[in-house]
């Protein structure tokens, strides 16, 4: 979710409430500048739990990975 700097401080406590179930990504003037996150999330469990999850011998190596990334820039 995306609110503005304005709109967070007239609502914190929406937004807090907000914050423990997805990201809350705050702007000003149109640019972001912080993002309000759950601390019970931990995120780098949820990329370990992603790591291995392309079979071996599928034919996706590093390298066809990152050209695939490179192209939908």
């Known amino acids: 979710m995306i609110v ?3 709109e ?4 914190l406590g929406k937004y807090l409430e907000i914050a423990r179930q997805q ?3 705050i702007t000003k003037n149109g640019k972001n500048i912080a993002r309000l996150t759950s601390p019970s999330v ?3 469990s949820v990329l370990d ?3 291995g999850i ?3 011998g599928s034919g ?5 990975i990152r050209e695939e990334r490179l192209s939908r820039q």
């Open 8 to 11: 967070l401080k007239t609502n």
């Open 54 to 56: 392309v079979p071996a």
């Open 4 to 6: 503005t700097a304005t």
């Open 23 to 25: 990201d809350v990504f």
């Open 42 to 44: 931990n995120k780098l």
């Open 60 to 64: 996706i190596d590093e390298e066809t």
């Open 49 to 51: 739990s992603l790591v």
